[in-house]
C-alpha cells in the first residue's frame, strides 16, 4: 500500500503561481511514476504532468512551459510548480502514484484561478 497527502493549492489571481506537492509513504520502494491529473467542473479527467523515477517528465500540452514537475526520491515527494496560471487552470488536482501492480491517489486539492 501507498498513502499519498497532498499539500498547496488555494486562490490565486491569474498570472499566479502556486506549488502542490505530494509526500508518498508506506511501500514507496515500488513506485515508478509520481504525477498530477486534474478535474474541472464539467470535464473530463485531464492528465497535468508525469514522472519518471529516473526523471522523465511528460506534461500536457495545454500547461507545458508553464509548469514545472519535479521528484524527490530521498524525500518520497513529487512537487508541481505551476506559473502563468489562468483561469482555465481551475480543478481539483489529484497527485497519483503508480506502482507495477496499482495506481495510488491523494485526497486531491482545489486549484482556483480567479481575479
Known amino acids: 500500500q501507498v498513502q499519498l497527502v497532498e499539500s498547496g493549492g488555494g486562490l490565486v489571481q491569474p498570472g499566479g503561481s502556486l506549488r502542490l506537492s505530494c509526500a508518498a509513504s508506506?511501500?514507496?520502494?515500488?513506485?515508478?511514476?509520481m504525477g498530477w491529473y486534474r478535474r474541472a467542473p464539467g470535464k473530463e479527467r485531464e492528465l497535468v504532468a508525469r514522472?519518471?523515477?529516473?526523471?522523465?517528465?511528460n506534461y500536457a500540452d495545454s500547461v507545458k512551459g508553464r509548469f514545472t514537475i519535479s521528484r524527490d526520491n530521498a524525500k518520497n515527494t513529487a512537487s508541481l510548480q505551476m506559473n502563468s496560471l489562468k483561469p482555465e487552470d481551475t480543478a481539483v488536482y489529484y497527485c497519483?502514484?503508480?506502482?507495477?501492480?496499482?495506481?495510488?491517489w491523494g485526497q486531491g486539492t482545489q486549484v482556483t484561478v480567479s481575479s
Open positions: 497519483y502514484a503508480e506502482t507495477p501492480l496499482n495506481v495510488y
Open positions: 514522472i519518471t523515477r529516473s526523471g522523465v517528465t
Open positions: 508506506g511501500n514507496i520502494a515500488r513506485i515508478n511514476v
